[in-house]
């Protein structure tokens, strides 16, 4: 198995080297056998690097122990059903992972492309290629998954316990299939430079692909939250963790991108704009999975020190560079082929959506490079971490949230201040209201009043549009509400999708809100019998259970909960310790609801039988994790391709109504 | 007419005041106790010495439990958040704090991500008027004072959109709704 993976990454390296050169090549000598040949060659590097997959797959469950990268990553202890999380638990593995997701990807990106690219795919394979040959050469030259042992060693290292959790199935597989995604809207976007096209042919497919890649980041993005969440005992979610910047700056980028693409695709504006952060978000997405390799900044999640680095590195700046350097060439094809109308249009109002996005990259970037800055400037070592970014970043999401409910009310082109302010009114009144029945309630806290008043705001504007579209419908078509409002959603997918994205948003609004200002807090140290109060909970400790496993020993505490006097439920949380890792896994109780979370871990198990806990009270917290398959299905409907039965009576009867103003 | 602008702008300061506010609001401490709530502030200032990347207040290693401990006996004394800071700066560096002083050089941190903003929404201001000064390269843009005709102007842009991409057209409205559209501004 080992051998047919290392020849599988060989062939693959051949095929997409020829790929690259061949579509080159061929567009250039006009040869179409050549570029058709290229192709072929794409979607024949897909299924070596499928082979090679299954056979470190195989490996695994074979416990093939020959193979190093096997050896260290999982041992005969270990379920079968982790050897998914194993294959990518390390550097080679990951690598392989993002190769096969690329190599597909790139596959189904070239077959799938529009007819109007036709001129261009020739250089969009070519530059697939290159980044998934980059890939390959530095899997098959430094970093080869299927390197032997000069012996067999009887068993492997074991399987990190921090992995060996349900959110580890999916957070970094999404994560890194986000990050490497980026590649393809790039692709598209490069192609069509090079081949001299003007701007517009590349937009949908650009689209498209950006919102797949901005899909799997959220989700990975979530998922790791909910996984730091439950696992990692503290009780937070969110660490502004180097790496989990890497990972959320892209994501920014991405955001302001679908976004601005919307600009372009119906007023054929902003053209450079979207070349800029399509560059902006790979040159981010290749930084990002160059901090996972060998970055200077040391990080939970990084896979250690590695001779990778460097390589990254020059592939950053290339990646950076000569993109740049296209895009100066290419610079006077890229005039927008109309104007903006007005300061007050939605036009307007997607570009200080882009700035705010992009501000907040750069303050996330600007807070991972300060320490290296000020080691120049003074010498002395600073860090940059929590404080710092919810200090700065803090206002700017807010100031996001604010223009998310204000932006899809503002017409395109031109809106009369009137209308506008005719179409604010209700969301600034259910906002405001808001605001007030929660300060007579006794809220008294500034920063969560904006939070939650912003919330309502938005949240009112995108009902009131779902109400008036609906009721419009309702009343030329005699159509039921359901069907009336299921029917408009369909007939305008990108922008109610995009609404019910936002509506997520602001569903982890509320958890990021509700945790950060009422979340309460406390550590203590119980013995059984012994209870605590924390809110209006009463928790009384049982004892704990100590469980010998083959690789750990497993704690599993219980914890009566009481609310006013009434048994709520019998919680068990779990502790285990791996002495060979050296190291604590601990799964916290939560007992979750809407309103709030009951959050129980247990941070020691002391010699006499007592536990330290920590207790939180985690208000609003379930909206956000509740907002993942919100947002998935918002992304799916915006993509959704529309179906031609709606286009065509549409464009006959709307003929029939703008002839006149037309003629 | 830059509405957007200065909506953001003002609400940006608005953040700023009230994050000075919040951080203005330190509890009253009496003597011999403390809030657990001010202890739990700082714990979420310092840095874990020997964990990457984590607060004291995140990390579970030993090292974190005593510092924990510290910080909640100098309150108990009646120290002040900043000299608590201080004590562990003067032990451990000033990279034991999470975020750069915002004082002496170090104040380039804060204010770098205030003057990038601050630039980006003047470039922002600029580009959009040069946008909406430069001379129409086709007909139709010429500016429409009345308001009363920007649903028609709209119900053109769409169908002209139709036009430019035919083969895939996602962003119009159906026409009974387009219709009712207009119908009701015009109530």
Redesign the interface.
């Known amino acids: 198995m080992a051998d047919l993976g290392a020849i599988s990454l060989w062939i693959a390296l051949a095929l997409t080297v020829y790929s690259t050169v061949g579509s080159v090549a061929g567009k250039l000598r006009v040869s179409p056998a050549l570029v058709e040949s290229a192709q072929s060659a794409v979607y024949a590097a897909g299924l070596v690097l499928i082979v090679a997959t299954l056979s470190l797959v195989i490996s695994f469950i074979s416990r093939d122990f020959e193979i190093a990268y096997v050896a260290a990553h999982s041992d005969l202890a270990m379920a079968n059903r982790f050897t998914w999380v194993a294959f990518y638990a390390g550097n080679e593995g990951s690598l392989l992972y993002i190769a096969t997701v690329l190599s597909v990807m790139s596959a189904i990106a070239v077959w799938r492309a529009p007819k109007a690219l036709k001129e261009a795919m020739p250089y969009t394979t070519a530059v697939l290629m290159l980044v998934l040959t980059f890939f390959i050469a530095v899997m098959a030259m430094m970093a080869n998954p299927f390197d032997k042992l000069p012996f067999v060693p009887l068993d492997g290292e074991g399987i990190n316990p921090l992995l060996t959790h349900f959110g580890m199935f999916f957070h970094p597989p999404a994560l890194m299939a986000g990050l490497i995604c980026i590649t393809v809207p790039f692709a598209f976007a490069v192609g069509s430079l090079l081949a001299g096209q003007s701007g517009d042919e590349w937009v949908d497919a650009g689209r498209v692909w950006g919102i797949i890649a901005w899909a799997l980041l959220a989700s990975g993005l979530l998922l790791g939250s909910w996984w730091a969440y439950t696992i990692l005992g503290w009780g937070g979610f969110w660490f502004w963790d180097p790496v989990e910047n890497a990972a959320f700056m892209p994501w920014l980028a991405l955001t302001a991108f679908i976004h601005s693409i919307m600009v372009q695709k119906r007023r054929g504006m902003f053209r450079m704009w979207n070349i800029v952060l399509i560059n902006v978000a790979f040159g981010l997405a290749l930084y990002g999975m160059f901090m996972n390799r060998g970055g200077s900044v040391p990080s939970v999640h990084s896979f250690g020190a590695s001779q990778l680095g460097w390589v990254f590195l020059m592939f950053l700046a290339i990646g950076v560079i000569v993109p740049f350097v296209i895009f100066i060439w290419r610079y006077p094809l890229l005039k927008s082929a109309q104007n903006l109308d007005s300061m007050l249009s939605r036009e307007a109002a997607f570009l200080v959506n882009n700035l705010l996005f992009l501000a907040i990259a750069f303050v996330t970037l600007w807070g991972t490079v300060y320490p290296l800055i000020s080691r120049l400037m003074t010498n002395e070592e600073i860090t940059v971490a929590r404080p710092f970014y919810d200090q700065v970043n803090g206002p700017l999401m807010l100031a996001l949230v604010l223009l998310m409910g204000v932006g899809p009310l503002i017409p395109w082109r031109k809106a009369g201040l009137a209308n506008v302010r005719k179409t604010l009114i209700p969301p600034v009144v259910g906002g405001l209201l808001t605001v007030a029945i929660l300060a007579i309630l006794g809220l008294h806290k500034d920063y969560a009043l904006i939070g939650f008043g912003l919330s309502a705001f938005v949240t009112t504007g995108i009902l009131m549009e779902w109400y008036r579209g609906t009721r419009s419908r309702r009343r030329s078509s005699k159509e039921s509400y359901v069907t009336a409002f299921i029917r408009l959603i369909m007939a305008n997918r990108p922008r109610y999708g995009g609404y019910i994205v936002h509506l997520a948003v602001v569903m982890v609004t509320l958890g990021i809100v509700g945790t950060s200002f009422f979340g309460v807090q406390k550590d203590v140290v119980l013995s059984p019998g012994q209870s605590v109060q924390i809110e209006d909970y009463d928790l009384v400790f049982l004892g704990t259970v100590e469980t010998p496993k083959a690789n750990r020993t497993e704690f599993t505490s219980t914890v009566q909960v009481f609310r006013d006097g009434d048994r709520l439920e019998t919680i068990r949380t779990e502790r285990a310790f791996y002495p060979s890792f050296n190291m604590a896994s601990t799964r916290a109780a939560i007992r979750s609801t809407p309103v709030e979370d009951l959050y129980i871990v247990p941070s020691e198990n002391l010699p006499d039988g007592s536990v330290g806990f920590r207790i939180l009270v985690n208000p609003l917290i379930w909206w956000m994790w509740v907002a993942g398959p919100v947002m998935l299905i918002g992304t799916v409907i915006a993509l959704w391709p529309q179906n031609i039965r709606v286009f065509v009576p549409a464009q006959s009867s709307h003929r029939n109504v703008s002839r006149p103003l037309t003629a | ?5 200065v ?2 702008v003002s ?2 300061v608005l ?2 005041v ?2 000075e ?2 951080q203005a609001q330190t509890p009253e401490i009496e003597k011999g106790s403390f809030s ?1 709530r001010e202890a ?1 502030n700082i714990d ?2 310092i ?1 874990c010495p020997v ?5 004291i ?4 290693v030993q090292i974190s439990q005593q510092m ?1 401990q510290i910080v909640r006996e100098m309150l108990a004394e009646g120290k002040e958040r900043q000299e608590i800071l201080e004590f562990f700066v003067d032990r451990y ?8 002083p915002k004082t002496g ?2 104040l ?3 204010v ?2 205030a003057v ?2 601050a630039g ?2 003047l470039a ?1 201001f600029f ?3 040069s ?2 000064r ?1 001379e ?3 007909g139709s ?1 010429e ?2 004072q009345d ?1 009363e005709l ?1 649903p ?8 002209l ?2 036009t ?2 035919s ?15 207009i119908s ?2 015009k109530e």
């Open positions: 007419m830059v509405f957007p602008l909506v953001v609400f940006l953040s700023v009230y994050i506010r919040l657990e739990q979420r200032m840095m964990c990457p990347a984590e607060t207040d995140q990390a579970q924990r560096g000033q990279d034991i704090l999470g975020a750069p050089v170090n380039v941190a804060w770098t991500p990038g903003v980006g929404l922002v580009i959009l008027r946008m909406t430069r129409p390269t086709n843009s500016l429409i308001a920007i028609y102007l709209q119900l053109i842009d769409r169908h959109d139709m430019r991409f083969n895939q057209v996602d962003d119009i409205i159906e026409p009974s709704n387009a219709r009712m559209d009701e501004r």
